[in-house]
Structures are given as structure tokens and as C-alpha cells.
């Protein structure tokens, strides 16, 4: 378990980076591919908490934040040789649609990649759960679908690996 607590400056740095990413987006006409609905209030807040999540991890694991912008086809966290992808939700506690926290993994997800579950509790305060290769999530006791949408790799919090693996 380690949480990061992002100063407030921290935060409004990443925050205009999600609004930049949400701004180009649009530019581009971008959808969602996996069938989210998103709102015009969630889907600007969901590029906010991703940027200012992959600012907490760069804290955590002392690493510098590039705050990109339109860098799709590379990892979200260059680490050593390790290509970190960041995934984020809301605590479980302070989400009225989830009982429990698992990272999830889609049947899509590079092999290599690790992939990192960062879960926010407040605007400036993030927990870094754990990771776990693609590979490794792909577990067909993890398969199943959520609210109708494509089936997912829920992958229970207590088998993730220690973030601090990645400093070593």
C-alpha cells in the first residue's frame, strides 16, 4: 500500500494536462472504444483524475512527469525497462456503483505491459494498489462481464505486486 498526496500545485499541473488530453479528443473525434457513456461532466473529470493519477504514481516511484499530451502509441510510465500503463477508479468507498476495487484487464492488453491500479480517494490523494503484467491478468477465474459491456479480467487487489518492485 502507498498513498501519495499531491500538493496543490501538483495537482492543477496534471489537472490542465486532462483537459488538454479531453480538449484534443474532441479535436481529433475520438470515442470511447470499450462503450462507455460518458457525460459531459464524467468524461472530462475521468481525463483529470487519469492525468493527475499518472502524476501520483511519477511521486511515488520519484520519477519525473511529463505531463504528454497525444502520446497514444507509448507507455503511460517509462520506468527502468518497464512500460507502466495506469489504470484508475474511484475508492469503493466513496463510489455508489462498486462494493469492491479490482484492476481491470482486458483481453486486448499487451503481455509485457505492466499494468498499475491507482485508486483516488479525494482530488489530491491516490493509492497505488499494485501492478500486474498482461499476461499474468489474463486468468479466465477473473473473466467476466460487467453492465453488459465486452468481458473484462477482474483482478482481486491482494495478488498485485508492490509498486516499489518497479524502483528496484
Not at 501538483?10 to 479531453?22: C, F, L, P, S
Not at 509485457?112 to 493509492?127: A, M
Amino acid at each position: 500500500l502507498m498513498i501519495v498526496e499531491l500538493e496543490w500545485y501538483e495537482w492543477q499541473a496534471a489537472a490542465e494536462v486532462g483537459i488538454r488530453r479531453k480538449s484534443e479528443s474532441i479535436r481529433h473525434g475520438h470515442k470511447d472504444k470499450y462503450g462507455v457513456n460518458f457525460t459531459p461532466i464524467t468524461d472530462p473529470g475521468w481525463q483529470v483524475i487519469s492525468a493527475c493519477s499518472e502524476a501520483a504514481v511519477c511521486k511515488g516511484l520519484n520519477i519525473y512527469y511529463d505531463s504528454s499530451v497525444n502520446t497514444f502509441e507509448r507507455a503511460d510510465v517509462l520506468l527502468k525497462n518497464h512500460k507502466i500503463e495506469i489504470k484508475s477508479q474511484l475508492h469503493h468507498l466513496i463510489d455508489d456503483k462498486k462494493h469492491q476495487n479490482y484492476l481491470v484487464a482486458r483481453p486486448n492488453y499487451d503481455s509485457d505491459t505492466k499494468y498499475l491500479l491507482v485508486l483516488v480517494h479525494s482530488l489530491t490523494r491516490y493509492e497505488l494498489c499494485g501492478f500486474m503484467t498482461g499476461y499474468e491478468c489474463k486468468q479466465d477465474k477473473w473473466l467476466g462481464a460487467v453492465y453488459g459491456r465486452p468481458a473484462i479480467f477482474r483482478v482481486p487487489l491482494d495478488v498485485l505486486h508492490d509498486v516499489r518492485i518497479l524502483m528496484t
